[in-house]
């Protein structure tokens, strides 16, 4: 866990270092290498979430890349992280597997605790006038701003949403 204090409705994330692997797979491509994690909350409701492969780059403070490294990359190791927004207070409960070409690799468990950070949720509606603008519950305009938590596995996006059959995602990543 590398989130210092794991608070409800605020970034809990995740960082999980990459094994040797051979040069011929594709971090990217699930069926080559897969960091999922399945979390169970307090209330017993269990969440499944895909890692991602994360590289971190040393940029200027024009915006520009470093010159450090291949392409600007740190001297950091790549690694893979997992980013939840807990919405319960209370130990969570977490199991990470590590795939290798669909093959469980390793696997960790363990249990985090999170603090009641006091906030709550709120309801977001699009401005009816227009359409380009959130409004909270009260009607008050304002801006989202988050944090990309990574590609959704395709079966799990389905599910979620019912917009994709799993073929069309296939053919989609090929």
């Known amino acids: 866990?590398?989130?210092?204090?794991?608070?409800?409705?605020?970034?809990?994330?995740?960082?999980?270092?990459?094994?040797?692997?051979?040069?011929?797979?594709?971090?990217?491509?699930?069926?080559?290498?897969?960091?999922?994690?399945?979390?169970?909350?307090?209330?017993?409701?269990?969440?499944?979430?895909?890692g991602f492969y994360f590289e971190e780059y040393d940029v200027n403070e024009d915006l520009s890349i470093k010159g450090m490294g291949d392409m600007g990359r740190s001297e950091k190791a790549p690694c893979f992280r997992i980013r939840v927004n807990p919405k319960e207070a209370g130990l969570i409960k977490f199991t990470v597997n590590y795939k290798l070409l669909g093959k469980i690799e390793d696997t960790l468990s363990g249990c985090i605790d999170v603090?009641?950070?006091?906030?709550?949720?709120?309801?977001?509606?699009?401005?009816?006038?227009?359409?380009?603008?959130?409004?909270?519950?009260?009607?008050?305009?304002?801006?989202l701003i988050g944090s990309n938590l990574a590609w959704t596995n395709p079966i799990n996006y389905k599910a979620a949403y019912g917009k994709y059959t799993v073929?069309?995602?296939?053919?989609?990543?090929q």
Do not use: C, W
């Open 167 to 173: 073929n069309q995602m296939k053919n989609y990543s």
């Open 1 to 50: 866990v590398i989130t210092e204090k794991p608070v409800t409705y605020s970034l809990l994330e995740f960082e999980m270092d990459i094994p040797q692997f051979p040069d011929y797979l594709n971090v990217y491509r699930e069926h080559d290498i897969a960091i999922q994690m399945l979390l169970t909350l307090p209330s017993g409701r269990e969440l499944k979430i895909d």
């Open 115 to 143: 603090i009641d950070s006091g906030e709550v949720s709120h309801q977001v509606n699009v401005e009816p006038k227009r359409s380009q603008v959130f409004i909270t519950g009260e009607g008050k305009p304002f801006a």
